[in-house]
């Protein structure tokens, strides 16, 4: 039977893990793999996580299993921080999920159930997001996200939005656009919001790297302004980013409705998807952040190391911006795009040749990672832009 099986195509950013790390130049430098470095390149673990680790290793007593939505306390003392401290807590219910990858599997399979027929999505996008709403029966709508100038295309939401039948999901990145950086501003966000309450359609909100474009606040100001104008939203989070907790798995799926039926018939539809997929999401990254979030130093610590991690992100798009023009690129938009993304308009040919003739590796996109430029190796790749962009 297993002889019938096809072919997969490679996964692209796995496969550049692997040629950079084959490649034997000292100099190479890694711009594909979404995690954040400091300066130095690391990507160390926080503080504040290791001391939670630490809490939880003198006082876990049980490993006994926990249930299909996972740690309850980590769900709930996220919600003040994604919802703000005013957020009517009884229109949200949410469960855990294995990283934010799972908690947008549950979101559009949670949709499906619900009747969802079809995802409105701005691209490019995160490329998994294509793959969850096609492996859920759904279909995609694409529409652009971006402007040939860089900016947000706020046109194009409209125009999908206007053209919108029963049935339709809109899903749209809270803030750090992956893989664009570009982000709505918060004046487009307070055009977005009557635009999807008015379109009836369910929003679908991502929230992977809240923390990591403006502040925790700030990043939140879309996600906020959209629910504050519909009836019933989605939202999938992932602490994988903000916590520096990637191969943890640390993410949450939340239901937001005034209904209070439909609320726990969507935690019970998540549940039960859960269960046949993988019964229960792993334990450990999630009881840290709860740790984290329910000590006011521990949480303290945390915020201030994700300060260092945004102003780290800022001063390196400050300095790619005063580049200003690299032959045909304009350099400008990278300082004011958000997150660990941006895009580089590059062809094929010059992609090649910064990975053949000076090691730098990106995605064939031309997404680069901008924590992967240290203070080492900045310049170099400046000047290895002006080579090829030439
Ligand atoms: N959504 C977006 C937009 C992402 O970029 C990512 C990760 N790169 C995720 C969700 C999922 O993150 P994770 O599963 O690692 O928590």
């Not at 999630?286 to 303290?300: P, S």
Request: aromatic content about 6%.
């Amino acid at each position: 039977m297993l002889e019938t099986l096809n072919a997969q195509p490679a996964d692209a950013l796995l496969a550049l893990i692997k040629l950079h790390n084959a490649d034997p130049r000292p100099t190479k430098i890694d711009l594909g793999v979404g995690v954040y470095r400091t300066g130095e390149g690391d990507t160390p673990v926080f503080g504040a996580i290791k001391a939670a680790e630490r809490v939880l290793l003198e006082t876990q007593d049980s490993k006994a299993y926990l249930g299909p939505e996972g740690d309850m306390g980590f769900v709930h003392a996220l919600i003040p921080y994604v919802f703000g401290t005013e957020f009517d807590r009884s229109r949200v219910e949410g469960m855990q999920a294995p990283g934010g990858t799972g908690a947008v599997r549950l979101a559009v399979e949670v949709a499906a159930r619900a009747g969802a027929k079809r995802i409105l999505m701005g691209t490019p996008s995160w490329p998994n997001h294509a793959q969850i709403v096609a492996a859920a029966g759904l279909e995609l709508k694409t529409f652009k996200h971006m402007t040939d100038e860089g900016t947000a295309d706020l046109e194009a939401l409209r125009g999908v939005l206007a053209e919108a039948a029963p049935g339709d999901v809109v899903l749209l990145h809270g803030c750090c656009h992956n893989p664009t950086g570009v982000d709505y501003t918060p004046a487009q966000w307070d055009e977005i919001a009557p635009m999807v309450a008015a379109a009836g359609v369910l929003p679908l909100i991502d929230l992977a790297y809240q923390g990591l474009g403006d502040g925790m606040e700030e990043d939140a100001y879309g996600l906020r302004k959209v629910l504050a104008a519909v009836p019933e939203a989605l939202v999938a989070y992932s602490c994988d980013k903000n916590f520096g907790l990637y191969r943890d798995r640390v993410g949450a799926f939340y239901a937001v409705t005034g209904d209070a039926q439909a609320l726990a018939h969507a935690m019970a539809n998540g549940a039960t998807i859960a269960r046949a997929s993988w019964s229960m999401p792993p334990d450990h990254g999630a009881a840290a952040v709860r740790l984290i979030l329910g000590d006011a130093a521990l949480t303290a610590q945390w915020i201030d190391e994700l300060t260092a991690m945004r102003a780290r992100m800022a001063e390196v798009r400050e300095r790619l911006a005063a580049a200003q023009q690299i032959g045909p690129i304009n350099m400008a938009p990278l300082g004011l795009q958000k997150g660990l993304f941006s895009m580089l308009p590059l062809s094929g040919e010059q992609i090649m040749a910064l990975r053949e003739r000076h090691g730098v590796y990106m995605a064939g996109s031309g997404r680069v990672n901008i924590a992967g430029l240290t203070t080492g190796n900045l310049e170099s790749f400046i000047s290895a832009l002006r080579d090829v962009a030439a």
